[in-house]
């Protein structure tokens, strides 16, 4: 196969950094809103009390606030990120997705630490952020080669930076963390190989488009 | 050739961004994870014990942890950890100390539970809770904690993973971790009583009694 690169159309920058279209970009970007809005409002719920008794203890419905919480944050892991790359593309919004939940935990209690959850977070955001790069390769060019697009560069570094800060995050769970987190970890962390996978198939061929 | 120079200088940003985020990233909460040894916990060696404590107004220490239902409040886990702090300088802030030092997040997303007060006979919302990971979406050690009449009592607990609600992977690998923490810290971790509140999957009933 031999991809020929266009330096033309020059699109406004960062097009592709957040997703192919105004609309769809839209609903990431509210998924990404609400999904903070419900995080904060939950992890400050379990810190805040009223006359005396914490808010939670008021109704057992609380009880299945947190749960819908852990499913939402689980979705926003594992599932939604790669759900808008594939409707959307947009490398930015689909790795913001999946760390934004820990993030709101490192805002609101000041406290971060390279747990499992923080490591799949940016494992699995880095993944759907290479994946939206592909997406939107196919989609603007009909092409699976985000590497021949100049248009795609933007796309394919922020992509690569996050790939790379993912992957260093899982190794060092492996290396410096706990047996057990490395052992919960370890299922969901294969996923660096097809994101490590395609991130070097992209720079092969931007390589060979110069 | 604008075009080349342009890619490198984003590529240079990049690049720098890429070192700026693994700098940032944040360290692993603990170098280790590991248990009391068969051979030393306390909760391993104590077959042959005889209760001590069988309900829940006959000791400080609370039995069991209840989750509040609309008919009334139903046990769900055992209270496997007790710290008879009321003769000495410690309290339950010093024993959540040993947990946030080895790297725990305090309050993480949990349910509410409760233990029975029997002082003001009322069940009393946790009063302090711990977890391994914030929301331990591949699973985790947690524990909550009540002080009651200057001893505190704990439940600890492993989640399975929130798939897609948590479950009870582990009452004994947790309670092992406790002892392995508090041993580390310099506690005395060398006793058990045997309380009437077996659970499976492994919970028998054995209590590890840990002091400063």
Not at chain 2, 186 to 194: F, I, K, L
């Amino acid at each position: 196969m031999n991809y020929r690169r266009f330096s033309l159309p020059a699109q406004p920058l960062g097009t592709h950094l957040l997703g192919d279209t105004r609309l769809r970009t839209l609903v990431g970007i509210g998924y990404l809103v609400v999904l903070t809005a419900v995080v904060v409002a939950s992890t400050l719920s379990t810190r805040t009390t009223v006359a005396g008794a914490p808010i939670a203890t008021l109704s057992p419905a609380f009880d299945t606030l947190f749960w819908a919480l852990i499913i939402l944050v689980v979705l926003s892991t594992f599932v939604v990120p790669i759900v808008y790359a594939l409707f959307n593309g947009g490398p930015v919004i689909a790795f913001l997705i999946a760390v934004a939940p820990e993030l709101v935990v490192y805002v609101t209690t000041g406290t971060l630490h390279l747990t499992p959850d923080f490591t799949l977070g940016l494992v699995f955001g880095a993944f759907a952020a290479v994946l939206a790069v592909y997406v939107s390769a196919y989609r603007s060019y009909g092409s699976l080669s985000p590497g021949s697009h100049a248009d795609l560069d933007d796309a394919l570094l922020f992509s690569t930076a996050v790939a790379v800060v993912g992957t260093v995050a899982l190794a060092r769970l492996y290396v410096e963390g706990p047996s057990s987190m490395a052992a919960r970890t370890e299922p969901y962390g294969v996923v660096v190989v097809p994101t490590v996978a395609m991130i070097a198939y992209g720079w092969m061929m931007r390589l060979r488009a110069e | 050739m604008t075009g080349r120079r342009d890619f490198l200088r984003k590529a240079a940003i990049a690049g720098v961004g890429t070192a700026a985020g693994v700098f940032a990233l944040p360290s692993t909460p603990e170098a280790s994870d590991a248990l009391m040894s068969d051979e030393r916990s306390p909760s391993a060696n104590a077959t042959d014990q005889s209760l001590s404590v069988t309900a829940e107004d006959t000791s400080p220490y609370a039995l069991w942890q209840y989750k509040k239902r609309d008919d009334g409040y139903a046990p769900t886990s055992p209270i496997n950890a007790v710290f008879p702090l009321s003769e000495t300088e410690r309290g339950l802030d010093d024993v959540m100390d040993v947990l946030f030092d080895a790297g725990w997040y305090s309050l993480p997303v949990e349910y509410v539970r409760y233990a029975w007060n029997r002082k003001r006979e009322t069940y009393e919302h946790q009063q302090a809770t711990a977890a391994e990971t914030f929301y331990g979406t591949v699973g985790r050690r947690h524990v909550r904690c009540w002080e009651l009449e200057g001893a505190v009592s704990m439940q600890a607990h492993e989640d399975t993973a929130a798939t897609p609600s948590h479950g009870i992977e582990s009452y004994r690998q947790a309670q092992r971790r406790i002892e392995q923490l508090f041993d580390e810290a310099g506690w005395t971790v060398d006793e058990s009583q045997r309380f009437a509140n077996e659970k499976s999957p492994d919970h028998h009933g054995h209590v590890t009694v840990i002091r400063p």
